[in-house]
């Protein structure tokens, strides 16, 4: 059983290249619960926007410099201090650190309340994205490496799927509990911060949990080890790495499409002739359909047929073939063909982060790292599409921004299919950690990756078991 570490060098060999199924189910479920706490604040965040735009009287653009500050901070901290933290500490330290950073951001809400001041929230919705794209940093890591390699896209898709009930259960809190009596009134500013109070007090618990917590550390060194077992060959330099930079580009044309369609799928629904409160139910409909599909999409992944990149493939191009439809059609068929959209999406940014990290190696946090910034495509696209439908005053036609989009993330799907399915799928079928009797493990010691990862390389004291 693995030993627990507070701080860990990235260049020691650990007992995390070794875990099997087993061993991963106590740390993967709690990082799963990290999951839910920013799908849950992600869910708020659209009920923010459409309650301040009534309470402080500003117009639907500025209301939508909330969303920028929340994924402008996953432009910033990934690549810069959340990846450094994660290199050179490991993933508790960079748990307890997003939590931390999410407390201070969660708490910063009650002056802002208390002054109603619209770039105080926008400021403290920055700091609560700094302390989330950092818990995702980690997070979206931990889960595609810790434990065998050929659950992967599972483990990271069931996470992903108990982000999307976060993400669905909060604007039903918001409507039903925290703003029911209150929704167009100055009172409902002091609901926000009483909500954003209680989240801080529960992640400040969480830091404890994490810090307590018997959990595993997966190092670099550990990823190159794994894939030397099962490539048998090096990963060679990062600059080769052409699978993850068009993993990244599809991450960020995907993810900035998918916010677009959420951010106007209410104003789309409208235009088609349903009133605003079927419009939130529909949007509510979508989200539980698209969690669901999470759910789906990993209990089909377990089937040896339904290979993680056929799924990619599918699903990201049924994505566009539904979206172009809901732009060219009209009324209530073209609402339904919207929330068969937000069906497809469900699988496609677990799946696009996991087949991207395959085969890194020594580069497999520096990688995640950019696949995790990638999600600031949520703060590029959505505006092009608001300003399509500023200028057309049709929000049908500002569809075809989001549409575009997922054309152009399809080009990760097909260089996984066309020209890099057999390193995916050696990783897919790999017994590497499936058993007690089937896993990598060392005398100790630490790979010495040199001062210069792109041209140095090299494994000190360290045994494949292969019995």
Same mark, same amino acid.
């Given at each position: ?193 009483? +909500? !954003? @109070? /209680?989240?801080?007090?529960?992640? $400040? #618990?969480?830091?404890? *949990? ?103 493939? +599918? !699903? @990201? /191009?049924?994505?566009?073939?539904? $979206? #172009?439809?809901?732009? *060219? ?139």
């Amino acid at each position: 059983m693995y030993r627990r570490k507070i701080v860990v060098d990235d260049k020691a060999i650990t007992e995390g290249s070794g875990l099997t199924l087993k061993q991963s189910l106590l740390p993967c479920g709690l990082v799963t619960i990290l999951f839910f706490l920013w799908g849950f604040a992600y869910g708020l965040l659209d009920v923010l926007n459409s309650h301040f735009q009534s309470t402080l009287n500003i117009t639907a653009s500025k209301a939508s410099g909330l969303s920028a500050a929340y994924f402008g901070a996953y432009f910033l901290c990934p690549l810069t201090i959340s990846g450094w933290i994660l290199r050179r500490y490991g993933f508790r330290v960079t748990f307890m650190t997003g939590l931390a950073v999410l407390t201070v951001g969660c708490l910063l809400f009650w002056p802002s309340g208390v002054k109603a001041s619209f770039g105080g929230f926008c400021g403290s919705m920055f700091v609560v994205g700094a302390g989330l794209s950092t818990l995702e940093t980690g997070a979206d890591n931990f889960l595609s490496i810790c434990g065998p390699p050929r659950y992967s896209e599972i483990r990271l898709n069931l996470a992903q799927g108990i982000q999307g009930v976060g993400s669905f259960v909060a604007p039903l809190l918001a409507s039903r509990v925290f703003f029911a009596k209150t929704v167009n009134t100055k009172e409902g500013l002091k609901n926000v911060q009483w +909500v !954003y @109070l /209680g989240v801080a007090c529960f992640v $400040a #618990l969480l830091i404890i *949990l994490f810090y307590l917590a018997p959990m595993p550390e997966v190092t670099d060194a550990d990823m190159h080890l794994q894939e030397e077992d099962i490539a048998g060959e090096d990963t060679g330099p990062f600059r080769k790495q052409y699978n993850l930079f068009l993993g990244v580009w599809s991450q960020f044309c995907y993810v900035g499409a998918q916010v677009a369609v959420a951010n106007y799928f209410i104003n789309f629904c409208e235009e088609a002739g349903y009133s605003a409160s079927m419009s939130s139910n529909l949007l509510a409909i979508g989200q539980g359909l698209y969690a669901f599909n999470r759910f789906l999409a990993a209990i089909l992944m377990t089937m040896k047929a339904f290979k993680p990149r056929y799924i990619l493939a +599918v !699903y @990201l /191009g049924l994505c566009f073939v539904f $979206a #172009l439809a809901a732009t *060219l059609t009209h009324g209530h068929t073209s609402v339904a063909l919207l929330i068969i959209v937000l069906c497809f999406e469900s699988a496609c940014f677990a799946t696009i982060f996991t087949l991207a990290l395959r085969g890194l190696g020594r580069h497999t946090k520096r990688g995640g790292s950019m696949l995790v910034a990638a999600i600031s495509g949520g703060a590029a696209i959505p505006p092009m599409t608001g300003a399509v439908a500023t200028h057309t005053g049709n929000f049908h036609h500002a569809m075809a921004i989001p549409t575009a989009f997922y054309v152009l993330a399809w080009v990760f799907p097909i260089y996984a299919n066309f020209f890099n399915k057999e390193s995916l799928d050696g990783h897919r079928n790999t017994d590497l950690n499936i058993t007690p009797n089937n896993f990598a493990h060392t005398k100790g010691g630490a790979v010495e990756l040199g001062q210069d990862p792109d041209t140095k390389r090299g494994v000190d004291n360290v045994e494949v078991a292969n019995k």
